[in-house]
């Protein structure tokens, strides 16, 4: 308990918390539709495109955010298009993506390393994450976020809905599939760019994938649904952090162990009903 207690002594800790919870809630929720729609894994992608775009600020000496949060709302939007207007899949597209930004960050790295002070150190933080790079920049950012997307949610619930399951049939009652695809492309976008810096390029699509799941194997509805990963995500997100400054493993890592045994325990409760 005093271990507990001397946790919410640190800033840095409590800014961790703050981002943390917003950026899962905002994951969870965003989650669910994208899940649905099999297009989880754009996490993954676009994970990786801002990976690229930070190595590339790093090397260049510019600050990171404003250069990332464009480049990776432009790879989603292109994304997007691809997906729609060409025969390749949602998963091909993502895989091409993904596979190519990670490859020129990972060469901008090899070139710089050396020739840029704590480049190295700043590369692995985003790679993996560390609580260490929460600033009241990124509170702000998280809390605009989350705004945004419970805003998404409150006024436009049944449009989503309508998307989610039947795109063609939404079309055709006059719902305008394309404004709400992309606006969910642009906050998935900045959800993964916020994420990134805490939980790492390699770990953050895990906030959007297993909330969802777990959600989906013990409840129907999709309101349910939305809710149950919302909350899941927040707690698991709570005990993750608390676990890793416990026993000094990394959050990253640490939240996504969390999940993943919630989801297992899940999968437990549906086999004995």
């Known amino acids: ?46 994970s990786h495109v801002s990976f690229g775009a930070l190595s590339i600020a790093l090397a260049c000496g510019w600050a990171p955010l ?16 691809m997906t729609e207007r060409s025969r390749m899949g949602a998963d091909a597209a993502i895989a091409v993506v993904s596979a190519s930004a990670l490859a020129i960050g990972v060469v901008v790295t090899s070139l710089t390393t050396g020739m840029t002070t704590g480049m190295t150190t700043d590369v692995d933080s985003f790679m993996f994450g560390s609580i260490l790079a929460m600033d009241r920049a990124d509170v702000t950012l998280s809390v605009l976020l989350c705004a945004a997307v419970l805003v998404l949610y409150v006024l436009f619930y049944h449009r989503l809905f309508a998307i989610t399951f039947d795109e063609s049939f939404a079309r055709a009652t006059g719902v305008r599939v394309g404004l709400y695809n992309t606006v969910l492309s642009v906050l998935t976008a900045l959800t993964i760019v916020l994420g990134m810096r805490m939980m790492g390029a390699m770990l953050i699509s895990s906030l959007i994938i297993f909330p969802a799941l777990t959600a989906m194997n013990l409840l129907r509805s999709f309101r349910g649904v939305v809710l149950c990963a919302a909350g899941l995500s927040v707690v698991c997100f709570c005990v993750g952090l608390t676990g890793s400054y416990l026993w000094s493993t990394p959050v990253g890592a640490t939240v996504v162990l969390v999940n993943l045994a919630v989801f297992l325990l899940s999968r437990a409760i549906v086999r004995i009903k």
């Open 1 to 46: 308990m005093s271990l507990l207690w001397e946790m919410f002594t640190y800033p840095f800790i409590l800014r961790a918390f703050v981002v943390g919870i917003l950026v899962a809630l905002c994951a969870a929720l965003l989650g669910v539709p994208l899940v649905l729609k099999r297009y989880s894994m754009i996490g993954d992608g676009l």
């Open 66 to 81: 404003p250069v990332s949060i464009p480049v990776v709302i432009l790879a989603a939007l292109g994304l997007l298009r």
